[in-house]
Each structure stands twice: as structure tokens, then as C-alpha cells.
């Protein structure tokens, strides 16, 4: 039996996780134990907790308890926890997902002490240095011996950068193996899409039954940390709200809760009160999001998981930035980037709103990358 430690920190870590550590339990439980380290990066309880419940995600076996920082105090605090754990478990293998300052801080400890690091949702690039999450992206790809991205584009972004599309195992870091293999997120929607109405009230209890609604999440940065970015945002939305006749739901995040209670929102806080269809709520469950994209009419978002979640529930969707990692989403045109701009925000609306046919097309595999990935790892590394 091989062992792994999956470090996991944030809400779309946490989510994606479940799809490997379900995998394992139902088809690999004889050859692979999991150890499960959360680095506490996301401390609130709606943002990390409930998805442990929820999906079935066996407890972590360490918390550091990191909680928020700047990026420098938060890394540095998980670069010395993580060493610890790796020293203390010696894995065969590091798994990690996406993009955030854990995925950064737990390939960095792994391949200084010569763990071999396991990138899931590895090659993505916006092409936007500026965005902490691509330098993290960057650097964890380089420091991988295996990665497997969930689309084509990435796989491809990956050769374009050296990495070598015909290296033959056993793979290292200095060897590495890629891989398109899919995406577990797609895994997940699969799994869960069937059973969250039936686990969750929130159309209910927000009297949304038979109701058309705008879906919209804000989390980034640089959107939540400029004044002028979020109140253009906002203020767009609420005039489609008003204008049509429409709801918005508005699951809120921490830090954009935190910067609208600081003023960063203008005097827009003060117009989306007046407004009874637009309804600002706590951070939703993974069900009850999937529950909430399932049956709305439109997302507006720059998370990019809510990109893929729109995708694989036949939803239009508007991103909030100037650029993405889903750009197969832009091409097929599921998709249209918006960035904070009021009048493209507007106009995107009014695409979505008047377009009759899409087309989605099988880009994120076929529900089964998880499974794969296992058979890969059990494959490179030898008990």
C-alpha cells in the first residue's frame, strides 16, 4: 500500500478533493491510504467545514490552522507545517490542487525534501502574472513530477512551457509525466447533481420556485479589494435586476462581505437594500450552489469553479474578469468575459438573455478523472 498526503486549504480544494478521496475509498482502498492535510487558509465555517460534512470527506488528520494573512506570513506558516507533516508521514507522494498560496506552500516543501508533488488541475494559465493564483499555478507545475490537467488546452500550455509530452515513466521531477485526464470537478457535478435538491432548501427558503434568477459570486482580489471595480459590478447587476424584473442571489464571501462593511461597495450597499429581488446571502454549501446554479438562468461570477459548474449545468455565463483559464468556455461561446466594465457587463446580459441554442460540448472528460489519476499514482509509485 502506497500512502499520500493531499494538502487542501481553500473552498474549491476541499470540494475537489472529494473526488479523489471517493475514488479511493470505493476502488483503491486496498492499495492507497490517504493522509489529509488542511492548512486552515479558508478558517470560516460555512467556507471549509460544511463540505467536509456534506461530501463525505473523510476529516483531516492535521489542521495548521493558518488562517489569513498577507502572502508572505500565510506561506511561510504553511511552508514550516507542511515540512513538519512531510517528515513526520514521508509519503510517497504530495497531492495537491489548483492555484491558491497551500497549493504554492505544500509543492515547494515537498520537492526541496524530494517528495515527488502530484499537481491536479495542472497547465491552467490566464496569461496574467498579476493574479497571485498564476504565479502559484506556474510554480507548482515546475515543481510536479506527475500533473494532470483537465482540459486539452492545458495539457498543451504545458508542452508549450518544455514539458515533454513523450517521457516515459517511472517519472520524477526532473522527469515528469503529463497528463489530460479530465476534470474531477466534472466528477463531482456528476455525483452530487442528483442528490443536491433533495439535501438542500435554499429555493425554498429564498421563495425562488418557478422563478427566473441571476446566479452571482465575487471573490477575487482584485475586484473585492478595488473600490471602483466592485461598485461598477454591483451597480450593473442591480440595474439588470431592476430593469427586468429579476432576482440576483448573491452568495457572499468573506472578504467581499468584509470590504462592503468597510465601505468598498460606495454608496451602492445602500441601493441593493432598496432593492427586494437582489439578496445578498452567507456563503453557500456545495450543494446547495449546485442547487443554485441547476436552476438559475444566467451566472455572473470570477471564481473560476463557477465557471465549470455553470458549463456542466447548461448555464450562460458572464465572467467578471479580463481574462480566464476556461478559455474553451469562451470559444464555444458558454462563456463571455465581462471584466468590471458596466457596459460589457450589460451587453453580455442581453446576449444571454436573447440567445436561443448552445452547444456544450464533452471538453472536462468523462466522470471518471479521479479514478484515473489513482491508477497513475499507483503506477509511478512503488510501496
Not at 141 to 160: A, I, W
Not at 166 to 182: E, L, Q, R, S, V
Not at 230 to 258: C, G, Q, Y
Amino acid at each position: 500500500m502506497i500512502k499520500i498526503l493531499t494538502v487542501i486549504g481553500a473552498r474549491p480544494q476541499i470540494i475537489k478533493s472529494a473526488a479523489l478521496s471517493r475514488a479511493i475509498r470505493t476502488h483503491f482502498s486496498k492499495d492507497i491510504k490517504e493522509i489529509i492535510l488542511h492548512t486552515g487558509q479558508h478558517y470560516d465555517e460555512n467556507m471549509s467545514e460544511v463540505f467536509f460534512k456534506e461530501m463525505g470527506i473523510p476529516a483531516p488528520d492535521y489542521n495548521l490552522n493558518v488562517g489569513s494573512g498577507s502572502h508572505g506570513k500565510q506561506t511561510a506558516a504553511m511552508l514550516d507545517g507542511i515540512e513538519e507533516v512531510l517528515h513526520k508521514e514521508k509519503p510517497h507522494c504530495l497531492v495537491v490542487y489548483g492555484d491558491t498560496n497551500s497549493t504554492l506552500a505544500a509543492a515547494v516543501a515537498a520537492v526541496k525534501i524530494h517528495i515527488p508533488v502530484v499537481h491536479i488541475e495542472a497547465g491552467l494559465r490566464s496569461f496574467n502574472k498579476a493574479m497571485p493564483e498564476e504565479v502559484n499555478r506556474i510554480a507548482c507545475d515546475h515543481c510536479s513530477t506527475l500533473l494532470f490537467s483537465p482540459t486539452k488546452t492545458g495539457y498543451n500550455n504545458l508542452v508549450k512551457e518544455n514539458f515533454s509530452p513523450n517521457n516515459k515513466g517511472p517519472f520524477t521531477a526532473d522527469h515528469p509525466g503529463i497528463y489530460h485526464c479530465g476534470d474531477v470537478m466534472y466528477d463531482n457535478t456528476l455525483f452530487f447533481a442528483s442528490v443536491a435538491e433533495k439535501n438542500t432548501k435554499i429555493i425554498d427558503d429564498l421563495k425562488l420556485t418557478g422563478k427566473d434568477y441571476i446566479l452571482l459570486t465575487i471573490h477575487r482580489n482584485n475586484n473585492t479589494d478595488d473600490p471602483d471595480r466592485l461598485n461598477s459590478i454591483l451597480k450593473s447587476l442591480n440595474e439588470i435586476s431592476i430593469d427586468n424584473k429579476l432576482d440576483i442571489i448573491f452568495p457572499a464571501h468573506p472578504r467581499t462581505s468584509k470590504m462592503l462593511e468597510q465601505g468598498h461597495g460606495k454608496n451602492i450597499v445602500t441601493e441593493l437594500k432598496k432593492n427586494k429581488l437582489f439578496h445578498i446571502i452567507p456563503p453557500a454549501s456545495f450543494l446547495e450552489m449546485l442547487t443554485l446554479e441547476k436552476n438559475c438562468s444566467m451566472v455572473f461570477t470570477d471564481s473560476g469553479g463557477v465557471q465549470k459548474e455553470a458549463f456542466f449545468l447548461h448555464k450562460p455565463c458572464v465572467v467578471l474578469r479580463a481574462e480566464t483559464e476556461w478559455t474553451e468556455l469562451v470559444d464555444c461561446g458558454n462563456s463571455i468575459l465581462a471584466e468590471a466594465d458596466a457596459k460589457r457587463i450589460k451587453d453580455a446580459f442581453t446576449h444571454f438573455k436573447n440567445k436561443r441554442e448552445f452547444t456544450y460540448q464533452p471538453i472536462f472528460g468523462d466522470g471518471k478523472a479521479a479514478e484515473f489519476i489513482c491508477k497513475e499514482i499507483l503506477s509511478n509509485f512503488k510501496a
